[in-house]
């Protein structure tokens, strides 16, 4: 089974002033860090987005290279939901969750993937060598959806969410059930979500931030993700949603307390400096053994921190296949006909330590964990 994360927290996401992608850079030590973790925790990353301003803001972040071998490894995909919704006011009281699009496809988060991508790509041209691969892939890896659809997926369940929260009022019903009478908007007015101008009090922003929380699961659910990290600014409040929702990998909170017990420190940090580490990490990560960790990991995820360091020495007491029969005798074979050779006889101990058990043991989430401690420590040494 593949891992996936809908890396919500991972979008640039959209604001009609054009202001998203300079905001995502300052965002930088965050995104790192939650890179990181999903990397380590997911096969797949998923980032949905109405335009790929968030793929340009990861060039300039990580590097032209490492988002091309994020991309050629299948590890990073992006959603394209072409389109932006928002709260609308109609001519009277009322108004609703809906989507608006330019008709003639003009704007980057209203035409095909194609020019969408070439208008971010023209954004960041001086951080672009290898404008063309990079375009291509960035079509190849993405996924159209409109945003229309899912809106009206999700447009009743953000209103029954709404409808729970301290900012609903009675007075905010309205006669027919897809439409609401909320305050502080103009006759025919719209309104975003936006993360950077988002108002706790205010019950259009707490609508629309449900609305982006419901967006996020509905994708989530549809691309049979394991996780989901939310850019809602509302989404902790909601205790009464999570029960049903994957929301975040359960374990993600207490990766690093885990790893840190393990002798790894926390690697976001030490990646920020020099974008080849990044390539390394990512390299690491993309391991048969960091396959298995992440496996290991999530089928532990619900355990409490103690429970799962009981887990991982448990892990470490198990005993290797090459130790077992038949893996004994095989290794016994090898290193046999090693023996015969004149040169090889005198280094089959060598060979025996270094490179059968390599070659034969089976693949382990605690030989991850021992490469992710050395990777840690070359960085540490190189600084």
């Known amino acids: 089974m593949t891992l996936k994360v809908l890396a919500g927290d991972l979008t640039a996401t959209f604001n009609p002033d054009g202001s998203h ?50 991309l050629e490894t299948d590890r990073l995909n992006f959603i394209r939901h072409k389109g932006v919704y928002g709260y609308i006011r109609g001519t009277g009281p009322d108004g609703s969750l809906l989507t608006f699009n ?3 496809g003009q704007r980057p988060q209203d035409s095909p993937i194609e020019e969408s991508v070439e208008a971010a790509i023209k954004v960041i041209n001086e951080h672009c060598s290898e404008r063309k691969k990079i375009s291509t892939l960035l079509v190849e890896r993405s996924e159209g959806l409109e945003t229309s659809t899912i809106v009206d997926a999700i447009r009743l369940d953000a209103y029954a969410d709404f409808k729970q929260t301290m900012a609903w009022k009675e007075s905010y019903r309205f006669d027919k059930e897809d439409l609401l009478a909320l305050p ?144 004994k005798t095989l290794r016994l074979a090898i290193t046999t006909a090693a023996g015969f050779l004149p040169v090889l006889g005198a280094v089959a101990s060598v060979i025996d330590t270094f490179v059968v058990d390599k070659l034969l043991s089976e693949k382990s989430p605690k030989f991850f964990i021992e490469n992710l401690r050395n990777f840690s420590g070359q960085i540490k040494l190189s600084e």
């Open 102 to 104: 330019d008709p003639k």
């Open 21 to 70: 992608l300079n905001r995502y850079l300052r965002r930088k030590i965050l995104l790192i860090k939650s890179l990181s973790d999903q990397l380590l925790l997911h096969d797949k990353i998923l980032i949905p987005t109405p335009d790929f301003l968030t793929a340009a803001g990861l060039i300039i972040i990580l590097g032209e290279r490492n988002v091309i071998t994020l």
């Open 184 to 327: 502080g908007m103009k006759k025919m007015g719209v309104r975003v979500f936006s993360p950077g101008h988002f108002k706790t009090d205010d019950p259009v922003d707490t609508l629309l931030a449900l609305g982006h929380m419901n967006i996020e699961l509905y994708l989530s659910e549809k691309f049979k993700c394991t996780s989901t990290s939310t850019a809602s600014p509302i989404a902790d409040c909601v205790s009464l949603k999570l029960p049903r929702l994957a929301q975040d990998h359960p374990g993600r909170p207490q990766l690093w307390s885990f790893l840190e017990v393990a002798g790894v420190p926390n690697i976001s940090q030490l990646l920020l400096s020099d974008n080849d580490r990044i390539t390394n990490f990512i390299e690491l990560t993309d391991s048969p053994d960091a396959k298995q960790f992440r496996k290991w990991f999530h089928s532990n995820a619900n355990l409490s921190e103690k429970e799962i360091l009981q887990r991982y020495i448990d892990l470490l007491h198990q005993v290797p296949w090459t130790q077992r029969a038949p893996g």
